[in-house]
């Protein structure tokens, strides 16, 4: 099973060379973005937004990992792993996954989701925080769309 992962990610990952040019906590990082880009996907098409933001927020209270990882280093790895993925995703579910992912490591992420006015249509995004800084996306995200402080609409379509 090992061996047949580290073929597929070897595969998979040309961008960066070798896996082996990863640290084995990166390493860990793109593993688990395997698994968790496809569960972010299903959890938030049959929980919803709300029970998963609820599902961060309990899974924040018991930290799992001693080592934690730099939130940036995560979310680069999230997004590398979610572009060669075949598996559907957009901004929701890798915000989420890196967000989720960040909660295991210890680190306390803001999943932010905005809106924005675009030729009459309403546009959402979804990234996130930690201590207020934006780790997934550009800096002025946050000034390009509108934050929701409540929930959000049942019928979002997510760039």
């Keep these: ?26 390493r860990r990082v793109v593993a688990e ?3 968790l880009l496809p569960l972010a ?7 919803g937004l709300q029970e998963f933001r609820a599902r961060l927020v309990r899974d924040g209270r018991r ?10 280093r995560v979310a680069e790895l999230v997004e590398a792993t979610a572009r060669v993925i075949p598996a559907p995703s957009n ?3 890798r915000s989420g996954a890196v967000a989720w992912m960040l909660v295991r490591h210890g680190v306390q992420p803001d999943l932010r989701i905005g ?6 249509a309403l546009q959402f995004h979804a990234w996130v925080e930690v201590d207020g800084e934006v780790i997934n996306d550009a800096s002025d995200v946050g000034g390009r769309y509108t934050p929701f402080g ?3 609409p049942p019928n979002a ?3």
Excluded at 63 to 72: C, F, G, N, T, Y
Excluded at 115 to 120: F, P
């Design 1 to 26: 099973m090992l061996r047949s992962t580290a073929s597929l990610l070897r595969r998979l990952l040309p961008r960066w060379g070798r896996l082996g040019s990863l640290s084995w906590a990166e």
């Design 33 to 35: 973005s395997f698994a």
């Design 41 to 47: 996907h299903w959890a938030l098409r049959v929980r």
């Design 63 to 72: 930290r799992r990992s001693a080592a934690p990882l730099d939130a940036r």
């Design 91 to 93: 901004c929701l579910q």
């Design 115 to 120: 809106v924005r006015k675009v030729e009459g």
């Design 150 to 152: 409540g929930s959000t």
């Design 157 to 159: 379509t997510f760039t």
